[in-house]
Nanobody
């Protein structure tokens, strides 16, 4: 089992930045690929970014490519999502995920409770 706790969400103006944190506990953090998803009101949960166990490989949704950066610190058992040039359409609850791969929600085994990101225009 892996427990995930997100933080760092908040309200920001368009063009601003936020950094999300996901603290993991439980089984060996470095064994797991990690990812970020988001869900806006009335919409399906969608993939945002993923990172392999070592941090050497990352991949992104086209909608965030060039603006968001996923990274991890295995010593701190934490994964990060740096979000720059935020847009109102980035407004959503952002979820940390572990133990999966790819862009489909069903491929991931563990989830955090989510942190709200709101971008005002």
């Amino acid at each position: 089992q892996v427990q995930l706790v997100e933080s760092g969400g908040g309200l920001v103006q368009a063009g601003g930045s936020l950094r999300l944190f996901c603290a993991a506990s439980g089984r060996t953090f470095s064994d797991y690929p990690m990812g970020w998803f988001r869900q806006a009101p009335g919409k399906e949960r969608e993939f945002v970014a993923g990172i392999n166990w070592s941090g050497s490989g990352t991949y992104y949704a086209d909608s965030v490519k060039g603006r968001f950066t996923i990274s991890r610190d295995n010593a701190k058992t934490t994964v990060y999502l740096q979000m720059n040039s935020l847009k109102p359409e980035d407004t959503a609850v952002h979820y940390c995920a572990a133990g999966g791969w790819g862009t489909s929600r069903s491929n991931w085994n563990y989830w955090g409770q989510g942190t709200q990101v709101t971008v005002s225009s």
